[in-house]
């Protein structure tokens, strides 16, 4: 709660910088920024999930599920990066690592933290009416640390990669302008030569 959740937010702002300085507007633009949007929602749905439902097989599966999708969207994100002349350092990569082992991290630590629903989810949940159902907490988390951890998200994760999707979708409308205009102009000393 209060070490392993807290610790994706540093890097997370560290990674917006890089891809700041790197200007990802310019380079793989809306698409790669779309990209960490699907691979923040990867993350998010289990970790509100978590924090607001009981653990069982059903969440135990969608942390895996939500892990292993997490991982593939990760190596899309950096081919794509790749593919698109933008400039991933060495530091940017070791965000990266250190981004990508947060969620096996979180699944370890539930699964460590819950060997019962580990057993049985191997079991396929077997005399476990809820094994299969989203139960909320016996016990909810406090309202106050909910509320942190929301204002937390809102300010480490949405501000700064909504920043980063809204910069990235007006400079792909200035290129389009731009791509019009000049194709316009062509065709217009087309006409004039012609």
Known sequence: MYGLLPSWFVPGVADWVMHRRTRIEDTSGTKESLIHALMMTEVGVPIALTLLCEVNPLLLSVQ?????????????????????????KPVEQHIHSFLESLPFAALASLMCLHPDQVRSLLRGGAG????????????????????????AVGTFVALPYGEELVRCVRQGRRRRKQRRAETKARRYERALAG
Request: hydrophobic letters at 45%; one cysteine or more; glycine letters at 4%.
């Open 128 to 151: 476990d009416p809820a094994a299969w159902r989203l139960v909320p907490r016996r016990r909810p988390l406090p309202a106050k640390y909910l509320a942190g951890i929301a204002l």
């Open 64 to 88: 895996l599920g939500a892990t292993a999708c997490h991982e593939a969207t990760a190596l899309w994100d950096v081919r794509t990066a790749v593919d698109s002349d933008r400039d991933v």
